[in-house]
């Protein structure tokens, strides 16, 4: 059974690919793209998110994580657990949360950076979290 740590080690082996829009490949990959990947590869979610547009359907977007994955309180956000964001007010964008010693980081598929980063979760990215999942089948 994977670990939080196992989700962060595989989120990490996807830095610095190239950003591309509904991307499920190592040659690009999106942010949801991203999530789905490293869910597979630990063998713990077989659900895709496909067929948006760059602003997703906000339903359809979070239905699909919902049946992916447990939903949970942004407050109880531990690492490798997955947050959705909303730019405005549909939700668009997702990345995996990591709890750093002396701040949170994450980890996602960044479209204006064209790449996949890990970046501090600044007080910008916290204003915009709109919900929280976590993998089924992770050990703590």
Same mark, same amino acid.
């Given at each position: 059974?994977?670990?939080? /740590?196992?989700? #962060? ?10 950003? $591309? ?12 793209? !991203?999530?789905?990947?490293?869910? $597979?590869? !630990? ?8 067929? *948006? ?5 906000? &339903? ?13 309180? #942004?407050?109880? !956000? ?8 909303? /730019? &405005? #007010? ?6 995996? *949360? ?15 950076? $064209?790449?996949?980063?890990?970046? #501090? *979760?600044?007080? /910008? ?8 999942? $976590?993998? *089924?089948?992770?050990?703590?």
């Amino acid at each position: 059974m994977p670990n939080r /740590d196992d989700i #962060i080690l595989a989120a990490r082996s996807w830095l610095g690919r190239p950003w $591309r829009h509904q991307g499920r490949s190592s040659t690009g990959v999106d942010c949801a793209g !991203l999530v789905v990947l490293v869910a $597979r590869s !630990l063998g713990l979610a077989d659900h895709d998110v496909s067929g *948006y547009r760059r602003t997703p359907h906000a &339903g359809r977007f979070v239905a699909a994580f919902r049946e992916a994955m447990e939903e949970i309180r #942004i407050a109880d !956000l531990k690492t490798g657990d997955v947050i959705l964001f909303a /730019d &405005g #007010i549909s939700p668009c964008h997702v990345a995996f *949360y990591v709890a750093g010693e002396d701040q949170p980081w994450i980890i996602h598929a960044h479209a204006l950076r $064209r790449k996949v980063v890990e970046e #501090i *979760y600044t007080a /910008d990215w916290q204003k915009i979290a709109i919900h929280a999942f $976590r993998c *089924y089948g992770v050990a703590d």
